[in-house]
């Protein structure tokens, strides 16, 4: 089983940048993480990241057929992007949005995500574990639902 895990815009600079509220870990530790995780639960994690929002939505288009799910942490799009939305529902394949921090509890902006409504589920506020989380529920959702 193969699963594709997103980053979106400026998660390229954790651990470098505001650690105060998005912690000391850096995104290549993160992908560390998720690969081992990965090997513990028998699928291969394939980690991209990108400041650019066709470039993510080219890589969601590209995945049915190779990859059996995504999890994505949308960043800043998560609030901005119908483009995004647009593509996860086109997917048919299903995908989970991570988030380190509790949007809900940050800045009214950040309340809402466009891309939640689409995606399998949503896990956040948690730091790097909510990706770990989230690799394990989509992990569970499929090996539930193989045939
Ligand atoms: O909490 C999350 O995972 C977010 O998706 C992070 C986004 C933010 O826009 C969302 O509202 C919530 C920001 C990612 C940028 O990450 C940085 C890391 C270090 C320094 C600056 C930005």
């Known amino acids: 089983m193969q699963i594709l895990v997103l980053h979106g815009p400026n998660l390229s600079l954790l651990g470098r940048r505001e650690p105060g ?3 000391s870990c850096t995104l290549p530790e ?3 993480q998720l690969q081992a995780l990965g090997r513990e639960l028998g ?3 394939t980690c991209r990241q990108s ?3 066709g ?3 080219g890589w969601i288009g590209q995945a049915p057929g190779i990859f059996a799910g995504i999890v994505i942490n949308p960043a800043a799009y998560t609030h ?3 483009a995004l939305r647009d593509a996860v529902a086109a997917a048919g394949i299903p995908v989970v949005e991570v988030h380190l921090s509790n949007t809900h509890a940050r800045e009214a902006f950040r309340h809402q995500s466009y891309t939640a409504a689409v995606c399998l589920g949503q896990i956040q506020g948690f730091g ?3 990706y770990l989380l989230g690799l ?3 992990h569970g959702f499929l090996s539930s639902t193989e045939r």
């Open 128 to 130: 790097p574990q909510s």
């Open 51 to 53: 400041d650019v929002e």
């Open 80 to 82: 901005t992007s119908v």
């Open 136 to 138: 394990r529920a989509l």
């Open 55 to 57: 470039e993510l939505v």
């Open 21 to 23: 509220i998005y912690g």
């Open 43 to 45: 699928c291969d994690v």
């Open 30 to 32: 993160i992908d560390r």
